[in-house]
């Protein structure tokens, strides 16, 4: 299987700081969000809420 060659670029702002998409705060909240969504909806987009929790929750650092 062939694959395309991979795109190279410049960063433009490489003197600013670059901020994390989610600070690890934000990450937990929207976690604890997911959950709650998962007990309230029963349907299988409580079911998917609930495993993107656990998903999402793995791959945080712990404090």
Known sequence: ME???PI???YTGIDEAR????TATEARQAIAYLKRLGTLDTTHIGYAANQLA???AGRI???
Do not use: V
């Open 3 to 5: 694959t395309a060659e």
């Open 61 to 63: 650092p712990s404090e």
């Open 8 to 10: 190279n670029g410049e």
């Open 19 to 22: 901020l994390p998409l989610l």
């Open 54 to 56: 656990g998903d999402l």
